[in-house]
């Protein structure tokens, strides 16, 4: 290895590397180095690296190490396989681009039948069998069992298997009940009459759900219906998943809390699964908790449809954590708290990682809490993608929409106004450090004191064919200091202000008092 420059620095994980030279040298750095401790004391690197010769069995045609030397390092999580494809597994994951070979390697790669949820009956026990030895496979034993009750073995013989090559190999069967929670097991002995020298990768286990059905269509939740209850219709879903677009109609009445901590099977941007008040109107299913009231974790295809979400008794409506992915609030009442405390929101997102792709907040009435609808992303690598917020009505303390590095589609058609309840400086929308398609037709009305009516930092279009429309909206912002109407700041590129209404009154500021407040930091804005 030869280090050009500043070793300390430019190079920051250097480690579990073989370096072997039949010369003098190991590797240069700031000088040349003989050996590799020398080159780990100039370094501070390769803390785990050796000098071993590989003694590769067929040079020039491959690089494959001796069978008899160790170059074992630790997993790499994105490089699953050697260059041949061998999987590579913590007793084979040699330094290089060849996995050790072992004479005996015999694998199960997976069970083929039974999946994860199954319907009920018998059904057939199947592997994925694979031999990694050098040696061709003729034969091998199979051990398994269910339950921890070990079933008859299967003996293979006249098998014809190379290094690398599989085939299927049908075990027996299971008899599955509703609700029944089958664990099966399987592992490989004595290939060709050998002891395997690579065990790590002989036992595969699974479990396997029955199911009486997969839900697909309309379902009625409440006292006689087909559910009775919310925890029964997740113990559905968690175990058995949907084969098709469900929707969840909800009796009337006051529900507790619900986290959503996972994306069930077999959902998709089709197969989507909607929780709704069965007469339609939110007023009759109330969502009620002390603290945040729907909790969405790492969750996706999922639909919020005509309830009311009421969380004046605790903090949060809505909120994401983690990745949540196609998830819509439609049609939905949200209550927030209406005192001036930063941690009531109506729908929030925090900045951590795994970020929002896909979310649609359209059609609800968002009433109280510091913000109205507050989305953070974790930095501009990690923003929350692809998310429109149309048709709204929002009445806030101090934000109705606040974004931060988050990348929108579209905020359209919404009403947002200063609640009756707030004295403070009001902000319609804020937005940071992200990127938009159009915002259009918003009212913003104010009446104590605003801040701005619509502002955005490093904030606007993706590129000049990629430009942002901010169109036909009316702002009617009443400020007592100095107010302005839409702040352009730095970094508000590739946008088009057309069409915008705008009226500040009872403002006695002069500094950043206008309807329409441009920096001179931005690219490519026009204003008509």
Known sequence: ?????????????????????????????????????????????????????????????????????????????????????????????????????????????SFISPQERELVGTIPVSVRLANFGANTLTSVNIAWSINGVSQTPITLTGLFLPQLADTIVVLGSVNLTAGSLINVEAYTYQ????????????????????????????????????????????????????????????????????????????????????????????????????????????????????????????????????????????????????????????????????????????????????????????????????????NNTISTMYYGIYGYYTNFIEINNNIITQHYNSTAAFYGMSLYYGLASEISKNKIHTHYNTTYGIYGSSFGGASATMRLLIANNELILKGSASPSGINIGSGQNYTDFYQNSILLYGGTGTSNHACLYLLNTATSVRIK
Not at 80 to 94: F, K, L, Q, Y
Not at 251 to 260: L, M, N, T
């Open 1 to 109: 290895i030869y280090y050009n420059g500043n070793y300390n620095t430019n190079y920051f994980t250097v480690d579990y590397n073989n370096y072997y030279n039949t010369g003098t040298n190991v590797g240069y750095a700031g000088a040349a180095r003989a050996t590799l401790s020398a080159l780990q004391s100039a370094t501070g690197q390769d803390a785990n690296s050796t000098n071993v010769n590989p003694t590769f069995a067929a040079i020039p045609t491959d690089l494959v190490v001796s069978p008899s030397i160790n170059l074992l390092s630790p997993l790499l999580e994105d490089i699953t396989v050697d260059i041949n494809g061998m999987p590579r597994d913590a007793s084979n994951n040699n330094m290089g681009c060849y996995a050790k070979i072992f004479t005996y390697d015999v694998s199960l790669i």
């Open 191 to 390: 290939p060709n009459a050998n002891a395997d020298q690579n065990t790590s990768n002989d036992t595969i286990r699974m479990s396997t759900y029955g199911c009486s059905s997969f839900l697909s269509g309309t379902y009625t939740v409440g006292s006689g219906k087909d559910f009775a209850n919310l925890n029964a219709v997740y113990a559905q879903l968690s175990n058995c998943g949907v084969m098709g677009p469900v929707t969840f109609l909800l009796d009337s009445g006051v529900y507790a809390g619900v986290s959503i901590t996972d994306q069930f099977m077999g959902t998709s941007s089709s197969n989507t699964i909607t929780l709704t008040s069965a007469s339609g109107n939110p007023a009759d299913v109330i969502f009620s908790s002390g603290t945040d009231v729907i909790t969405l974790e790492n969750t996706a295809h999922l639909v919020l449809k005509d309830v009311t979400i009421d969380a004046r008794g605790g903090e949060v409506g809505v909120r994401f954590v983690g990745y949540n992915e196609n998830i819509e609030i439609n049609g939905c009442q949200i209550y927030a708290n209406p005192t001036a405390t930063a941690t009531y929101r109506g729908i929030s997102r925090d900045n951590t990682p795994n970020p929002l792709s896909n979310i649609r907040i359209i059609n609800n009435n968002i009433d109280g809490g510091y913000y109205g609808i507050y989305l953070y992303g974790d930095g501009t690598g990690e923003r929350n993608i692809d998310v429109t917020i149309n």
